[in-house]
Protein backbone atom coordinates (compact mmCIF):
# COMPACT_ATOMS: atom_id res chain seq x y z
CA UNK A 1 0.00 0.00 0.00
CA UNK A 2 2.98 2.81 0.66
CA UNK A 3 3.53 2.82 -2.84
CA UNK A 4 0.04 3.22 -3.69
CA UNK A 5 0.41 6.58 -1.12
CA UNK A 6 3.31 7.88 -2.81
CA UNK A 7 2.60 7.06 -6.79
CA UNK A 8 0.93 10.46 -7.03
CA UNK A 9 3.53 12.68 -8.63
CA UNK A 10 2.65 15.41 -5.89
CA UNK A 11 3.58 13.24 -2.96
CA UNK A 12 7.07 11.97 -4.89
CA UNK A 13 9.44 11.64 -1.84
CA UNK A 14 12.37 13.49 -1.26
CA UNK A 15 15.15 10.81 -0.60
CA UNK A 16 17.54 13.35 0.82
CA UNK A 17 14.96 14.75 3.47
CA UNK A 18 14.21 11.25 4.46
CA UNK A 19 17.56 10.39 5.22
CA UNK A 20 18.60 13.16 6.93
CA UNK A 21 15.61 12.31 9.04
CA UNK A 22 16.88 8.94 9.67
CA UNK A 23 20.30 9.98 10.63
CA UNK A 24 18.11 12.68 13.34
CA UNK A 25 16.56 9.84 14.73
CA UNK A 26 20.06 7.58 15.17
CA UNK A 27 21.89 10.20 16.67
CA UNK A 28 23.53 9.60 19.64
CA UNK A 29 23.33 13.53 20.08
CA UNK A 30 20.10 13.99 22.63
CA UNK A 31 18.38 16.67 23.84
CA UNK A 32 16.60 16.80 26.86
CA UNK A 33 13.33 15.63 27.13
CA UNK A 34 10.18 17.63 28.77
CA UNK A 35 8.78 14.88 29.68
CA UNK A 36 11.64 12.97 31.27
CA UNK A 37 11.62 16.39 33.43
CA UNK A 38 7.92 16.00 34.39
CA UNK A 39 8.37 12.51 35.54
CA UNK A 40 11.24 13.78 37.96
CA UNK A 41 10.28 17.02 38.91
CA UNK A 42 6.33 18.01 38.32
CA UNK A 43 3.66 18.47 40.61
CA UNK A 44 1.44 15.86 42.51
CA UNK A 45 -1.42 17.12 40.10
CA UNK A 46 0.63 16.89 36.98
CA UNK A 47 1.80 13.36 38.25
CA UNK A 48 -1.91 12.32 37.93
CA UNK A 49 -2.83 14.21 34.98
CA UNK A 50 0.44 14.08 32.69
CA UNK A 51 -0.53 10.00 32.22
CA UNK A 52 -4.32 10.32 32.47
CA UNK A 53 -4.09 12.67 29.00
CA UNK A 54 -1.44 10.59 27.29
CA UNK A 55 -3.55 7.47 27.89
CA UNK A 56 -6.69 9.61 26.72
CA UNK A 57 -4.42 10.59 23.69
CA UNK A 58 -3.75 7.04 22.28
CA UNK A 59 -7.99 5.78 23.29
CA UNK A 60 -8.71 8.93 21.08
CA UNK A 61 -6.35 7.83 18.35
CA UNK A 62 -7.45 4.46 17.77
CA UNK A 63 -10.79 5.89 17.83
CA UNK A 64 -9.67 8.37 15.11
CA UNK A 65 -8.36 5.54 13.36
CA UNK A 66 -11.19 3.33 12.84
CA UNK A 67 -13.23 6.42 11.94
CA UNK A 68 -10.91 7.04 9.09
CA UNK A 69 -10.73 3.58 7.58
CA UNK A 70 -14.45 3.51 7.50
CA UNK A 71 -13.83 6.58 4.59
CA UNK A 72 -15.09 5.87 1.29
CA UNK A 73 -12.18 7.36 -0.35
CA UNK A 74 -8.31 6.12 0.02
CA UNK A 75 -6.69 9.40 -0.43
CA UNK A 76 -8.49 10.35 2.79
CA UNK A 77 -7.51 7.30 4.67
CA UNK A 78 -3.58 8.04 4.63
CA UNK A 79 -1.83 8.72 7.60
CA UNK A 80 1.39 9.55 9.18
CA UNK A 81 2.01 8.28 12.85
CA UNK A 82 5.42 8.94 14.97
CA UNK A 83 6.63 8.72 18.16
CA UNK A 84 8.23 12.18 19.14
CA UNK A 85 9.49 10.34 22.13
CA UNK A 86 11.85 7.70 20.23
CA UNK A 87 13.23 11.65 18.06
CA UNK A 88 16.60 12.33 19.90
CA UNK A 89 16.39 16.12 18.82
CA UNK A 90 12.67 16.75 19.81
CA UNK A 91 12.31 18.08 23.58
CA UNK A 92 8.57 18.62 23.51
CA UNK A 93 6.74 16.31 20.72
CA UNK A 94 5.59 12.85 22.30
CA UNK A 95 3.04 11.77 19.75
CA UNK A 96 1.76 12.91 16.07
CA UNK A 97 -1.16 11.28 13.74
CA UNK A 98 -1.84 13.49 10.64
CA UNK A 99 -3.84 12.79 7.61
CA UNK A 100 -4.72 14.95 4.83
CA UNK A 101 -7.37 16.70 6.98
CA UNK A 102 -6.42 16.24 10.34
CA UNK A 103 -3.18 16.87 12.81
CA UNK A 104 -3.38 15.76 16.34
CA UNK A 105 -0.40 16.09 18.60
CA UNK A 106 0.71 15.46 22.23
CA UNK A 107 3.24 16.95 23.96
CA UNK A 108 4.66 18.05 27.25
CA UNK A 109 5.43 21.77 27.56
CA UNK A 110 8.43 23.49 29.58
CA UNK A 111 6.30 23.61 32.72
CA UNK A 112 5.73 19.93 32.80
CA UNK A 113 2.46 20.06 31.58
CA UNK A 114 0.78 17.59 28.65
CA UNK A 115 -1.40 18.89 26.07
CA UNK A 116 -2.58 18.63 23.00
CA UNK A 117 -2.63 20.30 19.89
CA UNK A 118 -5.23 19.05 16.77
CA UNK A 119 -6.25 20.85 13.64
CA UNK A 120 -8.89 20.30 11.05
CA UNK A 121 -9.01 20.95 7.38
CA UNK A 122 -12.04 20.39 5.90
CA UNK A 123 -12.02 17.11 7.61
CA UNK A 124 -15.38 14.85 7.01
CA UNK A 125 -14.57 13.59 10.92
CA UNK A 126 -14.35 17.06 12.24
CA UNK A 127 -17.68 16.61 14.56
CA UNK A 128 -17.01 13.01 15.43
CA UNK A 129 -13.72 13.86 16.20
CA UNK A 130 -14.55 16.63 18.62
CA UNK A 131 -17.27 14.60 20.40
CA UNK A 132 -14.39 12.28 21.09
CA UNK A 133 -12.14 15.11 22.64
CA UNK A 134 -15.35 16.24 24.74
CA UNK A 135 -15.97 12.98 25.87
CA UNK A 136 -12.76 11.81 27.33
CA UNK A 137 -12.35 15.60 28.57
CA UNK A 138 -9.16 16.60 26.77
CA UNK A 139 -10.95 20.10 25.56
CA UNK A 140 -9.33 21.50 28.64
CA UNK A 141 -5.86 19.98 28.15
CA UNK A 142 -6.13 20.86 24.07
CA UNK A 143 -5.37 23.34 21.36
CA UNK A 144 -7.00 23.73 18.37
CA UNK A 145 -3.92 25.16 16.01
CA UNK A 146 -4.79 28.26 14.26
CA UNK A 147 -0.97 28.91 12.28
CA UNK A 148 -0.66 26.44 10.10
CA UNK A 149 -2.85 28.45 6.85
CA UNK A 150 -1.72 25.89 4.09
CA UNK A 151 -2.28 22.53 5.54
CA UNK A 152 -2.73 20.68 2.57
CA UNK A 153 0.58 21.66 1.79
CA UNK A 154 2.10 21.21 5.03
CA UNK A 155 0.72 17.39 4.55
CA UNK A 156 1.59 17.14 1.31
CA UNK A 157 5.73 17.74 2.43
CA UNK A 158 5.44 15.57 5.53
CA UNK A 159 4.85 13.18 3.15
CA UNK A 160 7.35 13.94 0.87
CA UNK A 161 10.21 13.94 3.74
CA UNK A 162 8.79 11.25 6.44
CA UNK A 163 10.22 7.59 5.86
CA UNK A 164 7.88 4.99 4.49
CA UNK A 165 7.61 3.35 7.81
CA UNK A 166 5.89 6.44 9.17
CA UNK A 167 3.22 6.80 6.40
CA UNK A 168 0.46 3.93 6.38
CA UNK A 169 -3.08 3.67 4.80
CA UNK A 170 -6.03 2.48 6.80
Known amino acids: MRAEIRQNKENNTNLQSQQEI ?10 YKNHQRAKLNSTDSQQSLNPAIENMYHVIVRKIKELYSQLPNKEDKVMIEFNNADDPTDSHGLFTVMTPTFFFYLECDIKNNYRIEY ?4 CPLETEIMQLINKYSMASYSTEVVNQPDYPTFFRNCLQVQPSRFIFQL
Open 22 to 31: ERRLRSGKRV
Open 119 to 122: LFHN
